[in-house]
Antibody
Framework: EVQLVESGGGLVKPGGSLRLSCAAS????????MNWVRQAPGKGLEWVSS????????YYADSVKGRFTISRNNAQNSLYLQMSSLRAEDTAVYYC?????????????WGQGTMVTVSS | DIQMTQSPSSVSASVGDRVTITCRAS??????LAWYQQKPGKAPKLLIY???SLQSGVPSRFSGSGSGTDFTLTISSLQPEDFATYYC?????????FGQGTKLEIK
């Protein structure tokens, strides 16, 4: 079964750090663009970051640039999001999502999400 | 950055109705317009990609159309399970951006 499972969310104080993980299974992880998308409570979806299959290309939303780092370990079928200098506005459910095979750019597989709460 | 504007922000409809949701991009898109469905507490689900291609397993009552800056998602005959929030997303360029969402409610 094709699956993505996020972990690492929790409660963190403003200015703190957190590392999210996404474990992939059921597909050749190393062949796909991967993404992080977040959703603040009661709000819409916000794209956060994307990483190419070989980590050559990395992109960030302006709202997280310089504070978040996306990475992947293809040998371990894992995607990561290192978050630092966290702010209250980073509070959200964070989803990892797989793109369809290139050259199609849409996310067809999503994890269940992990909640990050930034509060003192 | 490309801005995506969805309309309406909410719509009330009945089972069996035909519903159309519109998404307008601030710049022309050469490719990469997708539609997602999200139910409360669940992850988004891909419905349509490349503006008009139906994702595998998605009922044929869902269809997408459009090009350039104007795109539509149509549900031909609403079913009870279709009441949800719908989002468009452009993946033509980074940053990828979502529309603000359209909440489809039961009349």
């Amino acid at each position: 079964e094709v699956q993505l499972v996020e972990s690492g969310g929790g409660l963190v104080k403003p200015g703190g750090s957190l590392r999210l993980s996404c474990a992939a299974s059921g597909f050749t992880f190393s062949s796909y663009i991967m993404n992080w998308v977040r959703q603040a409570p009661g709000k819409g979806l916000e794209w956060v970051s994307s990483i190419s299959s070989g980590s050559n290309y990395i992109y960030y939303a302006d709202s997280v640039k310089g504070r978040f780092t996306i990475s992947r370990n293809n040998a371990q079928n894992s995607l990561y999001l290192q978050m630092s200098s966290l702010r209250a506005e980073d509070t959200a459910v964070y989803y990892c999502a797989r793109d369809k095979p290139q050259p199609i750019y849409a996310s067809d597989i999503w994890g269940q999400g992990t909640m990050v709460t930034v509060s003192s | 950055d490309i801005q995506m504007t969805q309309s309406p922000s909410s719509v009330s409809a009945s089972v069996g109705d035909r519903v159309t949701i519109t998404c307008r991009a601030s710049q022309g898109l050469s490719s990469g317009l997708a539609w997602y469905q999200q139910k409360p507490g669940k992850a988004p689900k891909l419905l349509i990609y490349s503006a008009s291609s139906l994702q595998s397993g998605v009922p044929s009552r869902f269809s997408g159309s459009g090009s350039g800056t104007d795109f539509t998602l149509t549900i031909s005959s609403l079913q009870p399970e279709d009441f949800a929030t719908y989002y468009c997303q452009q993946a033509n360029s980074f940053p990828r951006t979502f529309g603000q969402g359209t909440k489809l409610e039961i009349k």
